[in-house]
């Protein structure tokens, strides 16, 4: 049989959505969705249709290069692995365990991102483990697991069928969540839902809403508090749900105090009257938060997190269908990433590294001793690690950081020195080009293993076609440095791993390849603690957080780092995101014809006042400068955002808007604050 079609689960977003690749004498010919599938429902969004394409590239990497004289060469994967092996370990044994640093990918598996993360602990005794979660929800992770206990999405995409009232804010859904974007068109075209924006941009979204609130960029806190505030001067607590399920009310009532509706507006620019109206529409009704980066990615980012955890629990809005906090996770893989310990403090399931009895089971398990007991560095400070000599090599899986990390020039600084790096990509990216070896993984259609979607789900990829060239599967790739240093990875498939992961973490402990859910297509929603367990369609069921009680914390606003508010050089503030076409880095959908020709390349928004105040001609490229540094861009005059504040997407390496952004991090969660810095643009004087 040459023709036949795999289901598998889609690469790009953290909807989930599963389609059939429709194979033919082991090439892609086409995508399909799955009709029965509770996201896709017979949907996908242009991502979706087009995620074949990039896998036949001609730049796909098919072999393992060496670096030599500032030129790759193809190696065998004997002599890569060697060097490899042999190079790491030299590092760990000259300069200590915590020389060597790793980042998993959220572009991988959950089985791959546990055998880097187990690599790192058991093989190398380092917690230097973290992946691109930290650039994204680092602070819904830290924020809610300090509110809620459970730092996962409260609740399930089911439940956006069953709620009266969506808050979007700092999402941009319909773009970067397609799946759930549309599932809420339909709700609000049908007017079984409302919703309210509160986003600093015009979002598609906002057609549909009742009120759009457009605040200064990093202002979150201050406009939070107004709606506490409001809800509880009318009385509109839900006292009950507080009396009984929730802890420390009295600090929050007493921070909020200050935050009045007038007091607000001055800070956010959101008119009182518009946040009074608001504040009344989110108590009265069954009401969900939605949001996304526009929340984390600041230096306030679990501040921002546990305000929407204070407002939701103030009213009772958690623990039912149709309520809750629901942070949308953006890769593919970064809910399981984070969930089977690709994090430098915890283990699979979130079990932390300073637990002494938790190190005892995993070194038990793991067959070694001295697991480490300090917390590992984050993907954002090892960049300064390398700087102060600290960390002397490091292998990155499936990240591009010289492209999505902020500040691009200060770590290119850092990627110069290090001494050994490492890329294991399927593409050479701007960050393989540092690297001193490049090995070549296979891409989600050439291997099995599981990937876990924002709604928790743990779903299946499925094998459909060979590995391109010399390419291996990444879990393979793991297991093989991992012998060659000696500590045997005995696995004959990624199913054996989830096997021991379902032994390791009582999250995912009924999770298994054979269960009748799996071998559907379905998946299966975390907590599955049990082989008899259904899985969990929202979290805290009736006000049983998982931490006990709800926590509140009284926070109040603080700025951002840097804004172009009362900048006298830099008067203009930048927020930066994504478009509906691209990927982040673009290694795969500049790779892919289709989205590649709605947007060929970068952009700047900008409101048609302050073209006028700065004589910005529409579609002219225009330089837009920094503290950090300058790029251009071509223009995009339009209403999209409000005067003073300009946007931008960071997938586009040449004029990228990383050289701009700031890279000053959130202290608990080490976000980097991608949402607000402060430009100008223009010559230099
Ligand atoms: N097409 C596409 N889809 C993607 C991705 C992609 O690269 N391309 N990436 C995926 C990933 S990893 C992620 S994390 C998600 C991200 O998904 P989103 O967070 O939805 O995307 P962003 O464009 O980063 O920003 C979201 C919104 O935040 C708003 N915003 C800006 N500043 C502020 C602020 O100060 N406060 C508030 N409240 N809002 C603000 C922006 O105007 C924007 O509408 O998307 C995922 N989906
Ligand atoms: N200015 C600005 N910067 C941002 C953001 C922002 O909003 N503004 N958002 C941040 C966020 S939320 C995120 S999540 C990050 C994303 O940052 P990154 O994770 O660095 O971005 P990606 O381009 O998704 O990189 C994934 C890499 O994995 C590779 N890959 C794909 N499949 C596989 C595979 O199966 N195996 C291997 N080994 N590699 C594979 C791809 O080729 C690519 O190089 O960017 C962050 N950067
Ligand atoms: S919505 Fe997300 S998961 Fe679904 S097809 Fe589009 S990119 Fe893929
Ligand atoms: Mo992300």
Redesign the pocket.
């Known amino acids: 049989m040459t023709r036949k079609k795999v289901l598998t689960t889609c690469i790009?977003?953290?909807c989930g959505c599963q389609f059939y690749l429709d194979v033919e004498k082991n090439k892609i010919k086409g995508v399909f969705p799955s009709q029965n599938h509770p996201v896709s429902q017979s949907a996908l969004c242009v991502?979706g249709w087009n995620a074949g394409e990039f896998v036949n590239h001609p730049d796909r990497l098919t072999d393992p290069l060496i670096k030599e004289n500032g030129m790759f060469r193809k190696a065998s994967w004997d002599e890569a692995l060697n060097l490899v092996v042999k190079k790491l370990i030299e590092t760990r044994d000259k300069y200590g365990n915590d020389s060597v640093a790793f980042f998993g990918s959220?572009k991988c598996t959950n089985e791959e991102n546990y055998l880097i993360m187990k690599l790192a602990r058991a093989v190398f005794k380092t917690n230097n483990i973290d992946h691109?979660a930290r650039l994204?929800?680092a602070s819904t992770v830290a924020g809610l697991a300090l509110s809620f206990g459970s730092g996962a999405m409260t609740n399930s995409i089911s439940c956006f069928d069953e709620a009266e009232l969506y808050l979007i804010?700092?999402?941009?859904?319909t773009?970067?969540?397609p799946l759930i974007g549309s599932r809420m068109i339909k709700n609000l075209r049908e007017k079984k839902a409302d919703c309210v924006v509160?986003?600093?941009?015009k979002?598609k979204l906002t057609k549909f809403a009742k009120y759009h609130l457009k605040?200064n960029?990093?202002?979150?806190v201050a406009w939070m508090n107004g709606l506490m505030h409001v809800i509880i001067k009318e009385g509109l607590e839900n006292k009950d749900f507080i009396r009984d399920h929730t802890e420390n009310y009295e600090e929050l009532k007493k921070t909020i105090e200050k935050y009045t509706p007038e007091y607000v507006e001055k800070i956010t620019s959101i008119p009182a009257q518009q946040l009074k109206e608001v504040a009344l529409l989110y108590a009265a009704k069954k009401s969900m938060i939605i949001?996304?980066?526009?929340?984390t990615?600041?230096t306030t980012g679990v501040d921002n997190v546990r305000s929407c955890a204070n407002l939701a629990m103030l009213t009772g809005n958690i623990g039912k269908v149709g309520t809750g906090v629901n942070p949308?996770?953006?890769?593919n893989n970064?809910q399981g990433s984070c969930d089977v310990g690709a994090l430098p403090n915890v283990y699979c399931g979130y079990q932390a590294v300073t637990n002494e009895a938790i190190r005892e089971k995993f070194e038990k398990a793991w067959k070694v001793k001295g697991l480490p007991a300090n917390i590992g560095l984050t993907v954002t400070t090892v960049p300064d690690a390398i700087l102060q000599d600290k960390v002397k090599a490091l292998y990155v899986m499936g990240e591009n950081p010289m492209v999505s990390d902020p500040n691009t020039s200060h770590l290119e600084k850092a990627l110069l020195k290090c001494p050994f790096l490492v890329v294991q990509d399927i593409f050479l990216t701007e960050t393989a080009q540092y690297a001193n070896v490049v090995f070549p993984g296979t891409s989600f259609a050439e291997k099995d293993g599981t990937f876990t979607s924002t709604e928790r789900r743990v779903e299946r990829i499925r094998k459909a076609v060979e590995p391109i060239g010399n390419a291996k599967p990444d879990w393979k790739i793991l297991c093989e440095i991992a012998d060659h240093c000696g500590y045997k990875f005995d696995y004959a498939s990624p199913k054996e791993v989830m096997d021991e992961m379902a032994q390791m973490a009582p999250i995912y402990g009924g999770i298994t390849y054979d269960r009748k859910e799996m071998e559907k297509g379905f998946g299966l929603q975390w907590p599955c603690p049990t082989k008899d367990h259904p899985g969990t369609t929202f979290l805290h069921k009736d006000g049983n957080f998982t931490r006990g009680k709800g926590l509140f914390f009284g926070i109040e606003y603080k700025p951002p780092a840097e804004t172009g508010l009362d900048n006298k050089d830099y008067p203009l503030t930048l927020?930066?995101?994504?478009?509906?076409?691209?990927?982040?880095t673009r290694t795969l959908t500049g790779r892919t014809s289709t989205l590649e020709r709605e947007v060929p390349e970068n952009y700047i928004e900008i409101n048609p006042e302050d073209a006028k105040k700065y004589k910005v001609r529409k579609g002219s490229m225009i330089k837009v400068s920094s503290l950090r540094g300058s790029i251009e861009a071509r223009a995009l005059v339009s209403d999209i955002v409000k005067p003073g504040t300009v946007?931008m997407p960071f997938?586009f390496a040449i004029s990228a808007a990383n050289r701009l952004t700031n890279d000053a991090l959130d202290p608990i969660a080490k976000i980097p604050e991608y949402?607000?810095c402060a430009v100008k643009i223009g010559e230099d004087k």
């Open positions: 790009y977003c953290g991502k959220a691109c994204c929800h804010t700092g999402s941009n859904t773009e970067q969540h509160i986003d600093p941009r979002i605040q960029c990093g202002t979150d949001y996304s980066m526009g929340i990615q600041h949308l996770r953006g890769q970064v927020t930066t995101g994504r478009s509906y076409f691209h990927w982040h946007f997938h949402k607000v």
